[in-house]
């Protein structure tokens, strides 16, 4: 499988569930006007989550890291000190479980059937 780029920019994952979490947190309990980012608070390079992808899925190819094609910005990460400071938003859901729960609910749809 091809992947673009070099592997090495880095990249946060929300699980859904903590995601509509947070919004019912804040729709709750927060009274302000300003922004409020939510994150899971755990990065991952894309060459590791490629890695874990074909873990999870049981895929067995090789990742084929194409230094031609472009990497995207080099770090995207959030400041979430707002989120938990004024409605005590934390992600509980690690990468590896959300994804696990993702491609078992995908599966379970019927997905990837022709």
Do not use: H
Not at 13 to 41: C, K, M, T, W
Not at 64 to 77: E, I, L, T, V, Y
């Amino acid at each position: 499988m091809s992947c673009w780029g070099t592997g090495n920019p880095t990249r946060e994952f929300l699980f859904v569930e903590d995601a509509a979490e947070a919004v019912v947190l804040a729709a709750e309990r927060y009274q302000s006007r300003e922004p409020v980012n939510i994150r899971s608070g755990s990065e991952i390079s894309t060459r590791s989550l490629g890695e874990l992808i074909k873990d999870v899925t049981g895929y067995e190819g090789a990742l084929a890291w194409d230094a031609n094609r472009p990497d995207g910005q080099p770090r995207r990460a959030l400041d979430t000190s707002r989120a938990t400071q004024a409605f005590g938003f934390k992600a509980r859901t690690p990468l590896k479980e959300g994804l696990e729960r993702t491609v078992r609910w995908y599966l379970d749809e019927g997905g990837g059937r022709s």
